[in-house]
């Protein structure tokens, strides 16, 4: 049973380019969360996908946008990168409804991440 | 790869003492607190997870007490081993909404051979 899986792994950009993000969630999961992890700090929560609309946004600007595919694929994109944006990028898979038989947290489970390094 | 411990709080262990990570958490309406383990290069990894009725559960080797009046929550690591080494974050949550898990800042551990 594959995981949740990121593309690509890592990415090299320069400022002011765009950039688009990939994830597939786990096996049986619905509900997609992007988050941002700045070098030596904990991610944080940038949006949340559930049935094809974003349902919840941190504190990140316009300028980070997503989409959320039938197929409960999701995508991250950012344009006008600035070199602050150099992060690894997590995505996170769960249930929208019902606790996972393991955890409490709906089977909250992350992927590898995708590490960006805007020059 | 890359070093997810730069600049985070430090714990050094000797291979096969306990191990205790201590978090504080911010939200008085969550309900329910996850650890995870964040090795090098790799995603952060559940370890485990308690409901905010409860005040203890464990796991295989591992223990999470959660102290609600002081919002504290602790990850009690038995016999660490150096595969544990890792940074290991506290994260808490609230059921009633949409699943968004807050981070803590995280805690390196360094197991010492």
């Known amino acids: 049973d594959a995981g949740v899986t990121q593309s690509p792994t890592h990415l090299i950009k320069t400022r002011g380019q765009q950039v688009t993000l990939r994830c597939s969630p786990k096996?049986?999961?619905?509900?997609v969360s992007w988050y941002q992890q700045a070098l030596g700090q904990g991610p944080q929560f940038i949006f949340q996908?559930?049935?094809?609309?974003?349902?919840q946004r941190g504190n990140f600007p316009d300028r980070f946008s997503g989409h959320q595919f039938p197929n409960y694929s999701s995508e991250l994109n950012v344009n006008a990168l600035l070199l602050g944006d150099s992060a690894l990028y997590l995505c996170a898979s769960s249930f929208a409804t019902g606790f996972d038989s393991v955890t409490y947290n709906y089977g909250y489970t992350f992927g590898s991440g995708t590490r960006l390094t805007v020059v | 790869g890359e070093n997810v411990g730069l600049h985070l709080p430090t714990l050094s262990v000797q291979e096969g003492d306990n191990s205790i990570i201590n978090c504080a958490y911010s939200n008085s309406a969550s309900d329910y607190f996850i650890w995870y383990k964040q090795e090098s290069g790799k995603g952060p990894q559940f370890i485990i997870d308690?409901?905010?009725?409860?005040d203890k559960r464990q796991g295989q080797r591992v223990t999470v007490l959660l102290n609600k009046t002081v919002k504290h929550l602790s990850l009690q690591i038995a016999a660490t081993q150096p595969g544990d080494s890792a940074v290991y974050f506290c994260a808490e949550g609230f059921s009633g909404g949409y699943q968004k898990v807050t981070f803590g800042i995280g805690t390196k551990l360094q197991v010492i051979p």
């Open positions: 308690i409901r905010s009725n409860m």
């Open positions: 996908y559930y049935e094809e609309e974003e349902r």
């Open positions: 096996s049986g999961h619905d509900t």
